[in-house]
């Protein structure tokens, strides 16, 4: 009996400490600082700074800013075992949430619109609309991404002959790489997503100004639905 008692005194005792100890500040702040450090993933917590780091935030910041954006180039898509390289070139128009992609597939002119949460798919070859048919990818379904992740490294290199400016940046698990040439024009981004690699070249990128991409759908073009569209 008595070793019994003497076994619940102890354990009431190692029980007292523990509870002084966790209600202790410095201790339950170096707890809590552990449990943020697990909570938080990052592949780099100090802020990049300098000209640089001034140049890329500003151009981050005009582009999720501005009304309507627009770039044109290539995107190129490797990594697939079952298939070979793709490069399609295109130009495209951001507005909000809508979008416009001008795009040649076989002989025709095509204009994709993503507008007001509907897909209408322009051949401007033969003067008509497709409403609700998606046929040629949006280029920049990740760019937007790119564009609001956290900047991590800064690198200076050589593309093609040319110094330029590499910079990655870090959103939802995936490092985007965007590159700059020294005056602060963007050429180049790449990623990898679902095991491809993803390399867009940019020929063109402004904000602001008119759009590139026309979202309007002639009146006399003729209007079909998307059960109508076949390849040619």
């Known amino acids: 009996m008595g070793k019994r008692i003497a076994v619940v005194v102890l354990a009431a005792a190692l029980l007292a400490g523990v509870f002084l100890l966790l209600n202790s500040e410095t201790v339950a702040g170096e707890l809590a600082g552990v449990l943020a450090r697990k909570q938080t993933v990052s592949p780099n917590p100090r802020a990049v700074t300098g000209p640089e780091a001034d140049m890329v935030n500003g151009f981050l910041n005009r582009v999720n800013t501005a009304p309507v954006y627009n770039y044109s180039g290539t995107k190129r898509i490797s990594g697939d075992t079952q298939a070979p390289p793709t490069t399609t070139s295109f130009s495209c128009t951001v507005s909000g949430d809508d979008y416009a992609v001008e795009a040649v597939k076989g002989e025709r002119m095509y204009r994709q619109l993503y507008v007001d949460g509907a897909y209408s798919l322009v051949d401007d070859s033969a003067r008509a609309v497709y409403r609700g048919l998606s046929y040629i990818d949006f280029p920049g379904d990740r760019l937007k991404e790119a564009f609001t992740g956290k900047l991590t490294r800064i690198r200076h290199k ?3 002959g040319n110094r330029v400016i590499s910079c990655e940046l870090y959103r ?22 679902d095991s491809h690699d993803i390399v867009i070249d940019f020929s063109r ?28």
């Open 205 to 232: 990128f402004d904000t602001g100004g008119t759009p590139v991409v026309s979202f309007s759908v002639p009146a006399a073009y003729q209007d079909r639905t998307a059960g109508d569209f076949s390849l040619r």
């Open 172 to 193: 939802n698990g995936i490092v985007y790489t965007l590159v700059f040439t020294r005056q602060g024009g963007l050429v180049r981004c790449t990623y990898i997503y």
């Open 158 to 160: 050589l593309m093609d």
